[in-house]
């Protein structure tokens, strides 16, 4: 496709996106379909030339819609259905459009300082002290391998990135069991291991119990084995418990964990040594 030829399928693309979301409450939230159903509507081979846009839109619409799940459907009622509001529809359009790649500000200047601040403005509506600073995260999986990754390195003096992790005093990890699945993988891809993901005890309203905190770490210093960080959680996927978080992190402080929150797509971090 041209460029010039852009506005006049854009508009088709806008003209059914504003008939799926009119018609979308008519619609079953689930695909209707079985395994298989939709793959046999697709061609095996990839086209040996360019198809034209008006056939590949008609392909869409007569296969697509059908087979899928309706996350942003009024009945659909699990995980997040709210990433498909229209603000963030169309800036997801513009962002789309100059495809910068914002790994450095030098990339991106205006991406780099935007992000600074807005983060800036979620601390604040948070109530968080001047001194947490953040990031923004692909996903709460990528957010959460970044704070853990922080965790095993502060545990070895920064050194571990350098000359390897083998043979290092094994790092040790807590949270509750309500954390997100990605904790436990963040663990194994960071190599700090399932065994040494402590899984802390929590009360009846399911947040981690400070005095079962304190008995983990006091245990595992005795025997030789090195405190490095505690993951919180803030209304976990599975039945929404959140950890009683200012007993817990005075509890992290004095002891000099590293402490991220977990289950947002932002992480922030206090910017001091703890």
Known sequence: ??????????????????????????????????????AKQIAADPPEAAEDMELILSDFERIIPDGMTHWQHPRFFAYFPANAAPASMIAEQLANAMA???????????????????????????????????????????ATLSAVLTMRERAQAFQGNRTGYAGAVPARIYCSEHVHSSVDKTAWIAGIGQENLVKIATDVAHSMRPDALRAAI?????????????????????IGASDHLPPLI???????????????????????SV
């Not at 006091?218 to 599975?238: K, N, W, Y």
């Not at 000099?256 to 206090?270: A, R």
């Open 1 to 38: 496709m041209k460029y010039s030829d852009y506005k006049k399928w854009s508009a088709r693309a806008n003209d059914w996106i504003d008939s799926y979301f009119r018609t979308l409450k008519d619609r079953p939230v689930r695909a209707q379909t079985q395994p298989g159903d939709i």
């Open 100 to 142: 910068a790649q914002c790994m450095l500000w030098q990339t991106s200047p205006a991406a780099t300082e935007l992000e600074t601040v807005m983060v800036g403005w979620l601390r604040d509506a948070l109530g968080l002290p001047k001194a947490f600073q953040g990031v923004i995260q692909d996903s709460a999986s990528s």
């Open 218 to 238: 006091e245990q595992d210093r005795h025997d030789g084995l090195q405190p490095a960080g505690l993951v919180l959680c803030v209304g976990g996927t599975s």
């Open 250 to 272: 005075q509890l992290a402080q004095e002891d000099g964990l590293y402490i991220p929150v977990s289950y947002t797509h932002l992480t922030l971090t206090p910017n001091s």
